[in-house]
């Protein structure tokens, strides 16, 4: 690494400053200017100009030098001693010299780099050296940053990365590099117009900005104080003595500086929200120009009465809509031009937009953001985001103006560059080539490009002259064998580095982005050729790395890379992002984890075969396998949100075929679960008791050391006063505060990382609330039957991490042997930790160097590794950078060190690339074997129904066949239909289910009947029953209502209680509607104006035209008058250019020879020989003929109108030829009517000229008008569109919260219907139930009624029978009866009649005397003793369900109560929302209120006066318009003509009243009469007055008594016959089941026979075919038994041969007898039957 002014001391080694917690080192350092002279001397005697604003004081006396150096000298010795300085801590020296005049700053003056540097953090006395890590390349570019791409010559570019700033050679690509000065990042730089200057804008608390000179690159100045946490841009005026610079969040302070005095000059906020951009004007430095975030402001140095000040004016965008504005160029005379989010072009001018520019057909300028807008060489370029560079005219631009009321103006770009696809161009900087058109772009997707502008013949194609990635790196591997890294990002590319020789490679790209990847190790791949890398759509893809030169050269090849890369592989094993791959130790398994909680193993060596996978309880975060080191081989799972599980060694299924397995789920494995509970609270707590504990140690023993002094120094006394003195403290001392509270986060911290230390155990670093700390934990013995989610586990053991309290460690790496931990931290800083040699338990975790290099805010580093041979460490962050780094190490590496790319495997050229899964949408490993299980399944059940189908239809096919053979028989053997019935019961379900249908229907139009039932009986009672006194009838309410509304009570909007009605109610749609309409509008007027404007231009075309017509008839006639006779010819009026400017473009035959001819001259004026020698060609022939044609003045379409003038012109020749013979008398008389005639039409002709002139003049002259009028309703319409806009802006800040109420109102309404609805619902119930009670009560008196008439008058059994009825009885079928009815009894509804019922149940039950209820009594009647019985059954039934009603209603009156309660709460509730929202409402008519709205008024339009004259303030008029005022005179006179209505119906009702109270008189008095003949009816038949009602149900009909009796016992006899016939039917269903599956059986049996039937015929076909195909050939039994008999046919004739041999030796005499002779085989053979 390349750094300015780097000194290698051993004094600077030692220093220890942090970079996150030294600034106030570097602060003291900066303030106490510690300089770097030239020639001794920093200041200058110039002591007339003085500043009073400013931060730094430099005085030249030699003491004030001295006390500064002293000042930077106790600093450094109090930084050595103490690592935690207090911020901006100033030195006593600086105050001093900040109280004393202040001089002007020498232009030799320099800052001292090395004190300014940010420097690494060391812990004290560590040893670790300073340059444990150095910078020695950066791959990484932050391409979305702003002007982060910037010259410096011809050949030096510079940029920012993280906390450094880079000075790229654009010619040898070499890099130095700047460290930043607050450790905190860079904001923003800049170059001076001279290009002798740079600034760097830092972040931070309070960040600076240090000016640098170029080239030395030593510091300049020092601005301090520009804002609060970082600057977003800066910019120098044109000659270079001012920089503006602007703050980000959450200032955004302008400030305008005198730099080279670090003295700022103007302050101001430049707005409240976020601001790109500030630059000068270069044409006038007092005005400058901000833009941002929906805004753009222009500023002006205006000198007040108070001083200089700042005066901005936000830009008003009027019908445009509002943008962010990226890029904006200032005009020299003022005007600003701008771009826009949608691509088209902004001209500003008075803070207003004058015309917005487009292309034609109204295509905008870019197809997006516009970036860049520069003016050069008379041209203006844009730089879009669409990857297009258009170059348009500034003429064009500059004299813009709007033509219609659309407000766009189009044109077209002179020139244009498409740079490339998916190119997104930021920004672009002008290179310094002398004859060059040169320029440099950024482009925001990661590239910087060199264009040539030059747009000629020799124009260069764009050339790519870097590629980085674009926006967050994923993932980075490094190689097992080389120094070759592999990066990944959302940018959707996988890029390869050779980081020895600080070179990129190669790079593929891909339709989806990165998010995981490994290097594969060599157990898997031996070369180290092949990277594994996982995307966001859950695929997997193995690449292959190789050097194209070890490939065959073919002809035609163009250029050979050094590396190139291939697919090898694809699978998809997830449905969402992956997010960690991990090989296992022995390279066997692969594991990849996903965001869709699954980890999935493949089969490395059988071509990543799937093994199956687990599902976890939480996204997965990192995979870990087990180290060598572990006797077994297991895999470290880490969820996001508190999870760690150990899963063990999947178990690989050996050459199983796999087709029948439905999923990949892996259900069997014993997995460990660790789920992580906070002990942060824990750990605090236990700190803050070990810390009073020790400070009450440190106070006894202070207490017991003044105790022995005063005991040694007065004895007894000295005893008593210390008693005295630790009394005094004991009241003197307050109370402890309590102890933390234990404190558990409600959502989980994230767990960030983790590694293994020993078997069975892990440290992982958390997020959130839980970080600053590593917690060491152990896992649970394995349970399968324990639930993840409720397990809560805690860590073993913590090791504190200092200052990583907002800080957490993102990742962690080891080097090889485990003594140095480097981590990733979320600020984007690199921590390194020395450890012992095997420290699993991090005992030495103590030592760290910590050094910020990534961006502090965005900065967080995701990756990190170190090389193969620990000599080089890479970072890989979130801000776009990649850092390479050389780890401290005694041997020095070589300079020409380089990384070796793996040769390519033998026929890699011909091996056929996999096809890629480029659709995100395409299915997983597991969701294709799902749904190929799912389409087997589904196609097994088609095929099954498909059976069904094709069995139902031959059953059908059969069925019908059956029906037509038995209608053909004979009708009295033919079957009835029924007969065909297999089972009645089939039918019966039929009809059930068709009846439970209709039911179903009448369910369904159950409310409409009752709907229309109620308006009946609603109807009924609406004319029977009499309205209340307080009754109001609906439809005046609604007449009242709509009076209240529409008759004109113009109540002001600005009263306190003025109610907003519901359809005045506005909102921001409804104004974007009124907005629209309003556009519309002023569109359709502006349209129609245009029209008149071209019909009146093309009205002056024809006129103009008919003129020319006329005055060449005109010179015609006067050519054949005298001159004396000659009347003026009228001017001809011309036609504009501007009037016509579509002709600009068009050319004809005429111009072309002008423009040739013209050519000609000016070739002739240069070469005056050659026009000599060609003056006789056909080239002067060619311009005699073209001169004659100019010389012809009119158009062919004048000549064609004139055609009269030229006839009467070519008559004129022949005439001359008789001139010179006298005329006659009739050629006089002629010529004298010719002149007559000819007078009179010149005459004639003027005339007509004038009245074409003076009718287009009108014509003219009322269109003026018209237009006039027009631009007046324009500028009204303008003002109503900025009232409108102003209100949608107001209105759309109110809505967000007007829904919020306007929805709890709806839901509170929604609820209080339901629940009012339920009310009634539960009301009709207990009304229902109440009546089903009354009826019960009836059939139960009744029922004794009745019962007594059974029995008689005279019956001695009467009480007996009586008792029976009565008697209460426990019921077997329900146990819980008797208590819900002792209950009942309790109840407060029992009727009087049930009162008295039990009275008599009492007074029976209380008789001493026992009876048996179960045998009837000697001479009683059996069938009344019977029927006692049954009417008991019946009463217990009845009594039974009077419990379960009464219990019902008692539930429905709690429901009631509670849903009353409820309603009320509800209502409550209601209102005070609808209060809230009408509040809401009139809040927002209130700030409605407050935006002026201008309204023209002429004098007469205002009538109020005051003494005959317009008073000067107008504050308390309203203004009115006229209808609004007629309505309001008409609505008077409508409200007496109401009046006197009403008076007359008020009067007519009067009457009406009258008339109705005698009529009720009379019927009061007609009732009185028959209620009194009544009652005399009563007393004369009964003797008293009597209730009819209650007479007539308890009057008992004897005869119906009876009738009811004998029902009783019929129904009882049926009862029993029916009890019987369901006997049998029971039984003969079990007999017609049991025949049925004896059918059944036999039918299979049947089935199974046909089938064996089927196959045995089958095999005998089969054999039959077999045996003839046995006699085609040769027989293979023939042939062996020919082999046999052939054999046998030889053993017999060797025997037959012995014998032979025998019989002659027998013969002889004195033979021997031997045995006979046997062959061999003759053992062997077996006996055959022949």
Same mark, same amino acid.
């Given at each position: 690494m390349k750094e300015p002014d780097d000194q290698d001391t051993d004094g600077e080694k030692s220093v220890t400053s942090k970079s996150d917690g030294k600034k106030s080192l570097r602060s003291s350092k900066s303030e106490s200017r510690s300089p770097v002279e030239e020639d001794n001397t920093f200041l200058e005697d110039d002591t007339d100009e003085t500043f009073t604003e400013g931060e730094g004081s430099y005085l030249e006396e030699d003491s004030d030098e001295e006390r500064l150096e002293g000042s930077l000298s106790s600093f450094q010795y109090d930084d050595l001693q103490s690592t935690t300085v207090p911020q901006q801590t100033p030195a006593p020296a600086v105050e001093e010299a900040e109280e004393e005049v202040?001089?002007?700053?020498?232009?030799?003056?320099?800052?001292?780099?090395?004190?300014?540097?940010?420097?690494?953090?060391?812990?004290?006395?560590?040893?670790?050296?300073?340059?444990?890590?150095?910078?020695?390349?950066?791959?990484?570019?932050?391409?979305?940053?702003?002007?982060?791409?910037?010259?410096?010559?011809?050949?030096?570019?510079?940029?920012?990365?993280?906390?450094?700033?880079?000075?790229?050679?654009?010619?040898?690509?070499?890099?130095?590099?700047?460290?930043?000065?607050?450790?905190?990042?860079?904001?923003?730089?800049?170059?001076?117009?001279?290009?002798?200057?740079?600034?760097?804008?830092?972040?931070?608390?309070?960040?600076?900005?240090?000016?640098?000179?170029?080239?030395?690159?030593?510091?300049?100045?020092?601005?301090?104080?520009?804002?609060?946490?970082?600057?977003?841009?800066?910019d120098f005026n044109y000659s270079g003595t001012l920089l503006a610079s602007v703050g980000s969040n959450p200032d955004y302070t302008l400030t305008i500086w005198n730099w080279k005095e670090e003295q700022p000059i103007l302050r101001t906020k430049a707005f409240s929200q976020e601001v790109f951009k500030v630059t000068f004007n270069p044409d006038n430095e007092e005005q400058l120009t901000t833009s941002g975030s929906g805004h753009i402001k222009f500023w002006e140095m205006a000198f007040t009465f108070t001083g200089l000040k700042l005066q901005g004016s936000l830009g008003r965008f009027g019908?445009?809509?509002?943008?962010?504005?990226?890029?904006?160029?200032?005009?020299?005379?003022?005007?600003?031009?701008?771009?826009?989010?949608?691509?088209?072009?902004?001209?500003?001018?008075?803070?207003?937009?004058?015309?917005?520019l487009c292309r034609g057909t109204s295509k905008s300028c870019h197809n997006g953001p516009i970036n860049q807008i520069m003016l050069y060489e008379g041209e203006v370029i844009t730089v879009g985001s669409d990857g297009y560079v258009r170059i348009w005219d500034f003429e064009t631009i500059d004299t813009a103006d709007i033509i219609d009321e659309t407000g766009l103006l189009e044109i077209e770009p002179i020139n244009e560059l498409q740079v490339d696809k998916n190119v997104n161009l930021f920004s672009?900087?002008?290179?310094?080539?002398?004859?060059?058109?040169?320029?440099?772009?950024?482009?925001?997707?990661?590239?910087?490009?060199?264009?040539?502008?030059?747009?000629?013949?020799?124009?260069?194609?764009?050339?790519?002259?870097?590629?980085?990635?674009?926006?967050?790196?994923?993932?980075?591997?490094?190689?097992?064998?080389?120094?070759?890294?592999?990066?990944?990002?959302?940018?959707?590319?996988?890029?390869?580095?050779?980081?020895?020789?600080?070179?990129?490679?190669?790079?593929?790209?891909?339709?989806?982005?990165?998010?995981?990847?490994?290097?594969?190790?060599?157990?898997?791949?031996?070369?180290?050729?092949?990277?594994?890398?996982?995307?966001?759509?859950?695929?997997?893809?193995?690449?292959?790395?190789?050097?194209?030169?070890?490939?065959?050269?073919?002809?035609?090849?163009?250029?050979?890379?050094?590396?190139?890369?291939?697919?090898?592989?694809?699978?998809?094993?997830?449905?969402?992002?992956?997010?960690?791959?991990?090989?296992?130790?022995d390279g066997e398994i692969l594991a990849t984890g996903s965001k869709d909680q699954t980890v999935f193993f493949f089969e490395v060596e059988r071509d990543y075969k799937p093994i199956g996978y687990i599902n976890t309880p939480g996204p997965v975060c990192q995979l870990m396998w087990s180290p060598m080191s572990h006797p077994e081989s297991t895999l470290l799972i880490i969820c996001e949100n508190g999870y760690i599980l150990e899963a063990p060694l999947p178990t690989i299924k050996q050459e199983e075929d796999d087709h029948d397995v439905v999923s990949y789920e892996i259900k069997d494995m014993c997995i460990k679960c660790f789920h992580f509970s906070s002990v942060k609270s824990k750990i605090l707590r236990l700190i803050e008791i070990e810390k009073r504990e020790r400070q009450r140690e440190l106070k006894e023993k202070i207490r017991e050391e003044r105790r022995n002094k005063l005991a040694a120094e007065m004895g007894e006394d000295g005893e008593k006063e210390f008693q005295e003195e630790e009394e005094e403290e004991e009241e003197e001392e307050e109370e402890e505060e309590p102890l933390p509270e234990i404190f558990i986060p409600s959502t989980p911290s994230p767990i960030l990382c983790g590694f293994y230390s020993e078997p069975g155990k892990f440290w992982v670093s958390l997020g959130d609330y839980d970080s600053g700390f590593l917690y060491h934990c152990e896992f649970p013995p394995c349970d399968e039957s324990s639930d993840f989610k409720e397990q809560k586990d805690e860590p073993i053991d913590v090791r504190y991490l200092e200052d990583t309290e907002d800080n957490p460690i993102q990742t962690i790496t080891f080097n090889i042997n485990k003594v140095m931990m480097f981590c990733g931290m979320k600020n984007g800083a690199i921590r390194v930790y020395v450890l012992n040699q095997n420290d699993p338990s991090l005992t030495s975790l103590v030592d760290y160097w910590h050094f910020n290099m990534h961006d502090n805010n965005y900065g967080c580093i995701k990756s990190i590794a170190s090389s193969f041979d620990d000599r080089f460490l890479v970072t890989a962050g979130a801000d776009g950078n990649i850092f390479v780094f050389n780890i401290f190490s005694e041997f020095m590496l070589r300079k020409d060190m380089k990384a070796k790319v793996p040769s390519p495997r033998f026929g890699i050229e011909t091996e056929p690339i996999p096809e890629d899964i480029e659709d995100p949408k395409a299915y997983s490993i597991e969701n294709a074997r799902r749904k190929r299980e799912h389409d087997k399944l589904m196609k097994e059940v088609e095929e099954?129904?498909?059976?069904?189908?094709?069995?139902?239809?031959?059953?059908?096919?059969?069925?019908?066949?059956?029906?037509?053979?038995?209608?053909?028989?004979?009708?009295?053997?033919?079957?009835?239909?029924?007969?065909?019935?297999?089972?009645?019961?089939?039918?019966?379900?039929?009809?059930?289910?068709?009846?439970?249908?209709?039911?179903?229907?009448?369910?369904?139009?159950?409310?409409?009947?009752?709907?229309?039932?109620?308006?009946?009986?609603?109807?009924?009672?609406?004319?029977?029953?009499?309205?209340?006194?307080?009754?109001?009838?609906?439809?005046?309410?609604?007449a009242i209502k709509e009076a209240q509304v529409y008759m004109g009570d113009f109540n002001l909007k600005t009263a306190p209680d003025y109610k907003i009605p519901e359809h005045m109610r506005i909102n921001a749609a409804k104004k974007e509607e009124e907005l629209g309409h309003l556009d519309s509008l002023v569109h359709g007027n502006k349209r129609h104006m245009n029209k008149c404007i071209l019909s009146l231009r093309d009205l002056k075309v024809a006129v103009v035209e008919e003129i020319q017509c006329l005055v060449q008839e005109l010179k015609n006639i006067q050519s054949t008058l005298h001159i004396s006779k000659h009347v003026p010819i009228p001017k001809i009026p011309q036609i504009h250019p501007e009037e016509v400017p579509e002709k600009r473009f068009q050319y004809d035959e005429e111009t072309l020879l002008n423009f040739k001819q013209q050519q000609m001259q000016s070739n002739d004026e240069k070469s005056p020989g050659v026009e000599q020698i060609g003056s006789g060609g056909p080239g002067g022939g060619f311009l005699k003929l073209s001169s004659g044609k100019d010389g012809d003045l009119t158009t062919r379409d004048s000549i064609s109108r004139s055609s009269k003038a030229s006839t009467f012109s070519l008559d004129i020749p022949k005439c001359m030829e008789f001139e010179k013979a006298e005329p006659t008398d009739v050629e006089?008389?002629?010529?004298?009517?010719?002149?007559?005639?000819?007078?009179?039409?010149?005459?004639?002709?003027?005339?007509?000229?004038?009245?074409?002139?003076?009718?287009?003049?009108?014509?003219?002259?009322?269109?003026?008008?018209?237009?006039?009028?027009?631009?007046?309703?324009?500028?009204?319409?303008?003002?109503?569109?900025?009232?409108?806009?102003?209100?949608?802006?107001?209105?759309?800040?109110?809505?967000?919260? $007007?829904?919020? &109420? !306007?929805? /709890?109102?709806?839901? #509170? *309404?929604? +609820? =209080?219907?339901?629940?009012?609805? @339920?009310?009634?619902?539960?009301?009709?119930?207990?009304?229902?139930?109440?009546?089903?009670?009354?009826?019960?009560?009836?059939?139960?008196?009744?029922?004794?009624?009745?019962?007594?008439?059974?029995?008689?008058?005279?019956?001695?059994?009467?009480?007996?029978?009586?008792?029976?009825?009565?008697?209460?009885?426990?019921?077997?079928?329900?146990?819980?009866?008797?208590?819900?009815?002792?209950?009942?009894?309790?109840?407060?509804?029992?009727?009087?009649?049930?009162?008295?019922?039990?009275?008599?149940?009492?007074?029976?039950?209380?008789?001493?005397?026992?009876?048996?209820?179960?045998?009837?009594?000697?001479?009683?009647?059996?069938?009344?003793? $019977?029927?006692? &019985? !049954?009417? /008991?059954?019946?009463? #217990? *039934?009845? +009594? =039974?369900?009077?419990?379960?009603? @009464?219990?019902?209603?008692?539930?429905?009156?709690?429901?009631?109560?509670?849903?009353?309660?409820?309603?009320?709460?509800?209502?409550?509730?209601?209102?005070?929302?609808?209060?809230?929202?009408?509040?809401?409402?009139?809040?927002?008519?209130?700030?409605?209120?407050?935006?002026?709205?201008?309204?023209?008024?002429?004098?007469?339009?205002?009538?109020?006066?005051?003494?005959?004259?317009?008073?000067?303030?107008?504050?308390?008029?309203?203004?009115?318009?006229?209808?609004?005022?007629?309505?309001?005179?008409?609505?008077?006179?409508?409200?007496?003509?109401?009046?006197?209505?009403?008076?007359?119906?008020?009067?007519?009702?009067?009457?009406?009243?009258?008339?109705?109270?005698?009529?009720?008189?009379?019927?009061?008095?007609?009732?009185?009469?028959?209620?009194?003949?009544?009652?005399?009816?009563?007393?004369?038949?009964?003797?008293?007055?009597?209730?009819?009602?209650?007479?007539?149900?308890?009057?008992?009909?004897?005869?119906?008594?009876?009738?009811?009796?004998?029902?009783?016992?019929?129904?009882?006899?049926?009862?029993?016959?029916?009890?019987?016939?369901?006997?049998?039917?029971?039984?003969?269903?079990?007999?017609?089941?049991?025949?049925?599956?004896?059918?059944?059986?036999?039918?299979?049996?049947?089935?199974?026979?046909?089938?064996?039937?089927?196959?045995?015929?089958?095999?005998?076909?089969?054999?039959?075919?077999?045996?003839?195909?046995?006699?085609?050939?040769?027989?293979?039994?023939?042939?062996?038994?020919?082999?046999?008999?052939?054999?046998?046919?030889?053993?017999?004739?060797?025997?037959?041969?012995?014998?032979?041999?025998?019989?002659?030796?027998?013969r002889r005499k004195g033979g021997l007898i031997l045995p006979p002779i046997q062959s061999p085989q003759e053992k062997q053979i077996q006996p055959v039957d022949l």
């Open positions: 202040k001089k002007k700053i020498s232009e030799r003056f320099f800052y001292d780099y090395m004190e300014l540097a940010s420097m690494p953090f060391v812990t004290l006395d560590s040893n670790i050296p300073l340059d444990l890590l150095t910078l020695v390349h950066s791959f990484g570019y932050e391409c979305r940053k702003r002007a982060n791409l910037q010259l410096l010559d011809d050949s030096i570019a510079m940029y920012i990365a993280g906390n450094q700033l880079i000075f790229l050679n654009l010619k040898t690509k070499e890099q130095i590099y700047l460290r930043s000065s607050s450790g905190e990042g860079i904001g923003v730089i800049g170059v001076h117009p001279h290009k002798t200057y740079f600034t760097v804008a830092e972040k931070g608390s309070f960040p600076d900005i240090i000016i640098y000179e170029y080239p030395s690159l030593r510091p300049y100045r020092i601005l301090r104080d520009g804002t609060e946490k970082g600057y977003a841009y800066v019908k445009t809509t509002t943008t962010d504005i990226e890029g904006y160029m200032e005009l020299p005379d003022g005007k600003v031009l701008s771009g826009s989010e949608w691509g088209n072009m902004l001209l500003w001018e008075g803070g207003l937009i004058k015309v917005e672009m900087i002008k290179m310094n080539e002398t004859g060059n058109n040169f320029w440099l772009a950024q482009d925001a997707s990661g590239a910087i490009w060199k264009l040539d502008l030059s747009f000629s013949n020799i124009t260069q194609d764009p050339e790519c002259l870097f590629s980085f990635h674009s926006g967050a790196i994923e993932a980075i591997a490094v190689s097992p064998l080389t120094y070759l890294m592999a990066t990944t990002g959302l940018d959707c590319s996988v890029r390869i580095y050779d980081f020895a020789s600080k070179t990129p490679l190669a790079q593929m790209k891909f339709k989806q982005g990165g998010t995981a990847l490994v290097w594969v190790p060599r157990m898997v791949n031996f070369t180290g050729a092949q990277i594994i890398v996982g995307f966001e759509d859950g695929v997997v893809r193995i690449l292959e790395l190789y050097d194209p030169k070890g490939l065959t050269i073919f002809a035609g090849r163009k250029k050979i890379l050094d590396a190139d890369i291939q697919l090898k592989q694809v699978f998809k094993p997830h449905t969402a992002c992956i997010t960690a791959l991990a090989y296992e130790r099954i129904k498909a059976r069904k189908r094709e069995q139902i239809k031959a059953l059908r096919n059969e069925f019908c066949k059956l029906l037509e053979m038995n209608e053909e028989l004979p009708k009295h053997m033919q079957f009835k239909r029924t007969d065909f019935d297999v089972d009645s019961q089939i039918r019966a379900e039929m009809h059930r289910k068709t009846a439970f249908k209709i039911q179903q229907v009448e369910k369904e139009l159950a409310w409409e009947k009752e709907k229309h039932e109620l308006g009946l009986m609603k109807l009924k009672n609406r004319y029977k029953s009499k309205p209340g006194d307080d009754y109001e009838d609906p439809k005046d309410l609604q006089l008389e002629i010529m004298k009517r010719d002149e007559i005639k000819h007078v009179y039409m010149q005459q004639y002709l003027v005339n007509r000229i004038k009245e074409l002139v003076v009718t287009f003049d009108a014509e003219l002259r009322l269109l003026r008008h018209q237009k006039l009028k027009l631009d007046t309703q324009m500028k009204l319409s303008d003002l109503h569109h900025v009232t409108l806009f102003q209100e949608i802006l107001l209105l759309k800040n109110f809505e967000k919260q $007007e829904n919020i &109420l !306007q929805e /709890r109102v709806n839901s #509170l *309404d929604k +609820e =209080e219907q339901y629940m009012q609805w @339920k009310i009634n619902e539960t009301l009709k119930e207990m009304e229902e139930k109440k009546n089903e009670i009354t009826k019960l009560q009836e059939q139960e008196k009744a029922l004794y009624a009745g019962f007594q008439a059974a029995i008689g008058e005279n019956n001695k059994f009467a009480n007996f029978l009586m008792k029976v009825l009565k008697k209460k009885i426990k019921r077997v079928k329900k146990k819980e009866v008797e208590g819900d009815a002792d209950e009942d009894e309790e109840s407060e509804e029992s009727s009087e009649e049930e009162s008295s019922l039990e009275s008599d149940e009492d007074e029976s039950e209380s008789e001493d005397e026992v009876f048996d209820d179960s045998i009837c009594p000697t001479n009683c009647d059996v069938a009344l003793f $019977e029927l006692a &019985l !049954q009417l /008991r059954e019946k009463r #217990l *039934d009845i +009594e =039974e369900a009077l419990v379960e009603e @009464k219990k019902i209603v008692d539930n429905l009156k709690k429901e009631y109560d509670t849903l009353s309660k409820k309603v009320k709460i509800v209502a409550t509730n209601l209102n005070a929302a609808e209060e809230a929202l009408e509040a809401y409402q009139r809040e927002k008519q209130q700030r409605l209120n407050e935006l002026l709205v201008v309204i023209p008024l002429k004098l007469h339009q205002i009538e109020y006066v005051v003494f005959g004259e317009i008073p000067s303030d107008l504050s308390g008029t309203l203004v009115f318009s006229n209808h609004a005022l007629r309505r309001l005179q008409e609505r008077i006179r409508e409200l007496q003509e109401e009046n006197s209505k009403q008076q007359k119906l008020n009067k007519e009702w009067r009457e009406r009243r009258k008339q109705l109270i005698r009529e009720k008189r009379e019927m009061t008095k007609t009732i009185r009469k028959m209620e009194e003949t009544v009652r005399q009816l009563m007393i004369s038949k009964f003797g008293r007055v009597v209730n009819l009602e209650a007479l007539q149900t308890l009057s008992v009909n004897t005869t119906l008594e009876e009738l009811k009796i004998r029902k009783l016992r019929k129904e009882l006899a049926n009862a029993k016959e029916m009890k019987m016939w369901e006997e049998k039917i029971a039984q003969m269903r079990w007999e017609l089941m049991m025949k049925t599956k004896e059918h059944t059986r036999k039918l299979y049996q049947m089935n199974d026979l046909c089938i064996e039937k089927k196959k045995l015929d089958s095999r005998l076909n089969t054999l039959q075919n077999q045996q003839g195909n046995a006699f085609q050939g040769p027989r293979e039994a023939d042939v062996v038994a020919r082999e046999e008999v052939t054999e046998l046919i030889q053993l017999q004739a060797e025997r037959i041969s012995a014998l032979k041999e025998e019989i002659a030796l027998l």
